[in-house]
């Protein structure tokens, strides 16, 4: 799996957006952009994956740039909850990648009350 | 709905001392994953099995091995445990092997101290 680079820590305020960045220059055709999050002693939980659009669910949004050489992904309003490491990881969608998710060390979030 | 359940949660062990952990899945998953995370890392993957009867190796696997029971069930043995093996690990399972871009299910970890 290509390899992605996000910053080690960032900080919101409670109850405002965050931009949570992922730069993967090397990402191919077929890499689908995958997000999960692990809260504090606690397995990874998934957030969200796209291909090329923009993607929306309960959690989160998923900007992808044109290039498809980096990522956002959006808390539109952060809580106390969401404070999390948060892995960004390209998935093979050709069905000749490998069987494993890669994960970096992520993004530790700290949001402040 | 229980999801991925690991057994233990907290497990002791001396250097030398054999040991399995227990996952299980009910969600009719058919791949499931064996992970481990060291401190401030992120984590990687020991074993996996795409489906009931076949298992695999992955990043990590010397020292560890692996059965998948059934459909439900996929344990990890240490056969003699090792300090370098102390660690978090995490079961993970999804409806289809992880080429297929479909979401994988975690556990909750079982952290494992060898002295």
């Known amino acids: 799996d290509a390899k992605t680079t996000q910053p080690n820590s960032m900080e919101s305020n409670e109850e405002e957006p965050v931009h949570l960045p992922c730069n993967h220059s090397?990402?191919?055709?077929?890499?689908?952009i995958h997000w999960y999050r692990q809260l504090p002693s606690q397995g990874p939980e998934y957030v969200i994956h796209g291909l090329t659009s923009n993607v929306n669910n309960r959690m989160a949004s998923l900007a992808i740039a044109e290039d498809r050489k980096s990522s956002t992904l959006i808390l539109h309003r952060a809580t106390l909850r969401d404070a999390a490491v948060y892995y960004c990881?390209?998935?093979?969608?050709?069905?000749?990648?490998?069987?494993?998710?890669?994960f970096g060390k992520g993004t530790k979030l700290s949001v402040i009350p | 709905n229980a999801g991925v359940t690991q057994t233990p949660k907290f497990q002791v062990l001396k250097t030398g001392q054999s040991m399995t952990l227990q996952c299980a899945q009910d969600?009719?998953?058919?791949?499931m994953y064996w992970y481990r995370q060291d401190p401030g890392m992120g984590l990687r993957l020991i074993y996996y099995s795409a489906s009931e009867g076949t298992t695999d190796k992955g990043e990590v696997p010397n020292g560890y091995n692996v059965s998948r029971l059934n459909k439900r069930e996929f344990s990890l043995r240490l056969e003699s445990a090792a300090p370098s093996q102390t660690s978090v690990y995490f079961c993970?399972?999804?409806?289809?092997?992880?080429?297929?871009?479909?979401?994988?299910?975690f556990g909750q970890g079982t952290r494992l101290t060898v002295v």
């Open positions: 990881i390209l998935r093979d969608g050709s069905g000749a990648g490998s069987y494993q998710l890669t």
């Open positions: 993970a399972s999804s409806l289809q092997p992880s080429r297929f871009n479909t979401e994988a299910f």
């Open positions: 090397t990402i191919s055709g077929t890499d689908y």
């Open positions: 969600m009719n998953h058919n791949s």
